[in-house]
T-cell receptor
Framework: GENVEQHPSTLSVQEGDSAVIKCTYS??????FPWYKQELGKGPQLIID?????GEKKDQRIAVTLNKTAKHFSLHITETQPEDSAVYFC??????????FGAGTTVTVRA | DAGITQSPRHKVTETGTPVTLRCHQT?????MYWYRQDPGHGLRLIHY???????DKGEVSDGYSVSRSKTEDFLLTLESATSSQTSVYFC??????????FGQGTRLTVV
């Protein structure tokens, strides 16, 4: 099955700086890569995703990049704000209708 | 939360008792999933459903069973609860099998 590794496990950034979270996956057949944000006491919320036929996607202050050859993808958050503090999960979807998740990154934005 | 309701939201139960968690959706999505979330493990798939009465196992299915007799309801049963099943359980739904939306979670404590 798919194995997704996520780094770092914790990330502390100064407000206004950028944050980068990296994930690798093992199944070359995986073709869909979503990112989720989870705030305390809530369910994960889909914030952005990328499909295997695209190398980069942006949505305001967040962007995702995908390198299929190296089997890794990254989340970039620019101009971080206190409300960006949360746990972020990457995931990979293969052809068996299952999403496999990374272990999560706790992001803290310092004021 | 994308028309997903999990019940109960919190439950404390004793070791050895059966427990059933319910996920109800109003989106008419084909796919439904049960995940558990534990520190350091991210989200792990327990069981999923790709249609009424069509279910399959995930990576941590031992000790759990599921049923889906209607499109809108997906039930997760712990046949004989153990302390290792203390966790937060999330239901997710998907129309296509890729984009998945999560419920608010059920915190289960087995004492």
């Amino acid at each position: 099955g798919e194995n997704v590794e996520q780094h770092p496990s914790t990330l502390s950034v100064q407000e206004g700086d950028s944050a980068v979270i990296k994930c690798t996956y093992s199944d070359s057949a995986s073709n869909y890569f979503p990112w989720y944000k989870q705030e305390l006491g809530k369910g994960p919320q889909l914030i952005i995703d990328i499909r295997s036929n695209v190398g980069e996607k942006k949505d305001q202050r967040i962007a995702v990049t995908l390198n299929k050859t190296a089997k890794h993808f990254s989340l970039h958050i620019t101009e971080t704000q206190p409300e960006d503090s949360a746990v972020y999960f990457c995931a990979a979807f293969s052809n068996d209708y299952k999403l496999s998740f990374g272990a999560g990154t706790t992001v803290t934005v310092r004021a | 939360d994308a028309g997903i309701t999990q019940s109960p939201r919190h439950k404390v139960t004793e070791t050895g008792t059966p427990v059933t968690l319910r996920c109800h959706q109003t989106e008419n999505h084909r796919y439904m999933y049960w995940y558990r979330q534990d520190p350091g493990h991210g989200l792990r798939l327990i069981h999923y459903s790709y249609g009424v009465k069509d279910t399959d196992k995930g990576e941590v299915s031992d000790g759990y069973s599921v049923s889906r007799s209607k499109t809108e309801d997906f039930l997760l049963t712990l046949e004989s609860a153990t302390s290792s099943q203390t966790s937060v359980y999330f239901c997710a739904i998907s129309a296509s099998g890729t984009e998945a939306f999560f419920g608010q979670g059920t915190r289960l404590t087995v004492v």
